[in-house]
């Protein structure tokens, strides 16, 4: 049976075009996708993500169990509300998720991973709880909802308690406010500022109608699409999976190595394959011909050998097509893209393309 989230009737009272997503019926766009990402570069906009799973890890071994789990080290979480990104991997190092982990205390964290992963994620995370003083919980009453744009901050601050303002205004990236069943979080996967506030249900519906109140648009899966690869951020099942290395991935800086007694899941397959070389490195392409970059396309690096796109699309901010590829570590600059049997160049960035607002491959045109 396909699921709905809480704010289902206000993506129908919306006009939202709603569609299958691993299950879950949720909006595509209000009408125009382009209109949503410029909403959310330009203003303030707005998306339902309370298809995602909320896991609450509580225990005496709580610390040392999510240490062992996940490959970056919540050692460092040491303020209330702090978060932390990291994967979750196999015994192969291949990635399971990719998820964010909140910090209460040493004995209460909270994870918030990936909704098309849920099926495999929750029974990885209870089965790998064997032998730590632990409970898993997953928190399905719980609503989510993002809020990101340049005005999102203050747009969400109008509309919040005014006695959580100083303390909202007062948060850095990846720290979260606490209060009750309600969490601000001051995350996002747009590259703009923005909030994920998550509570329940009935309070998230609320602060929709507060928020479209304060013209925030209503954002889709398109237009998150599109604004989470200009910002160069993995898409869980196209640039990284189980069977790809975080170390390929662009995901190195989430891997904590150190303390080297830590025994997280996969870590003696990643320091072989460190200490081998890596062979591949997720990248960004930027095509100089026509045509669109899509998942799947073959790249040919002259000399050096042949990838593939992982995630492409056209840029509506910088009105180009702009794509994630893995290939080979010898890549340098340029490539070719494999369109339509037509062999089309492009050039090879960092894979980040645009960060509040602002293009960042300017430099390289």
């Not at 040491?78 to 190092?93: F, Q, R, V």
């Not at 009750?180 to 909030?195: F, L």
């Not at 209503?218 to 604004?227: I, M, S, W, Y």
Request: charged share 25%.
């Amino acid at each position: 049976m396909t699921k709905r989230t809480a704010l289902h009737p206000q993506h129908l009272a919306a006009n939202a075009k709603m569609v299958d997503f691993f299950g879950w019926e949720m909006p595509l766009h209000y009408g125009s996708q382009i209109e949503e990402h410029h909403a959310v570069r330009q203003d303030a906009g707005m998306f339902d993500v309370s298809h995602m799973t909320i896991v609450d890890v509580e225990g005496s071994e709580a610390k040392a169990y999510l240490q062992h789990l996940l490959a970056n080290n919540v050692d460092k979480l040491k303020l209330p509300g702090k978060a932390l990104y990291s994967c979750m991997l196999n015994d192969e190092g291949g990635v399971i998720d990719d998820l964010i982990a909140y910090y209460f205390d040493d004995t209460h964290y909270r994870l918030v991973v990936n909704s098309a992963t849920r099926d495999k994620d929750v029974p990885w995370i209870e089965k790998q709880a064997k032998g730590f003083d632990v409970a898993i919980h997953e928190r399905d009453q719980y609503a989510m909802l993002a809020v990101q744009g340049p005005n999102a901050r203050d747009k969400v601050h109008q509309v919040l308690d005014q006695n959580w303002l100083d303390l909202l205004t007062a948060l850095k990236p990846f720290q979260a406010f606490c209060a009750g069943e309600t969490i601000v979080a001051r995350t996002g996967y747009t590259g703009e500022q923005g909030y994920e506030i998550m509570g329940e249900a009935a309070f998230v519906q609320q602060l929709w109608q507060d928020l479209l109140a304060k013209d925030v648009a209503p954002c889709g899966l398109g237009a998150r699409d599109t604004l989470r690869l200009e910002a160069g951020m993995n898409l869980y099942g196209n640039d990284m999976d189980e069977t790809t290395s975080p170390l390929e991935s662009n995901l190195t800086w989430t891997i904590a190595f150190e303390p080297v007694e830590r025994n997280f899941i996969g870590r003696n397959v990643l320091e072989k394959e460190k200490a081998a070389g890596i062979k591949n490195k997720l990248v960004g392409l930027v095509l100089e011909g026509k045509g669109v970059l899509r998942s799947h396309q073959k790249v040919v690096v002259e000399g050096v050998g042949e990838g593939e796109v992982t995630s492409g699309t056209f840029s509506p901010s910088l009105k180009l097509s702009i794509a994630l590829a893995r290939l080979p570590m010898d890549s340098q600059e340029q490539c070719c893209v494999e369109i339509r049997n037509k062999l089309i160049p492009a050039r090879i960035v960092d894979p980040c393309f645009v960060r509040q607002g602002k293009s960042m491959i300017e430099k390289e045109k």
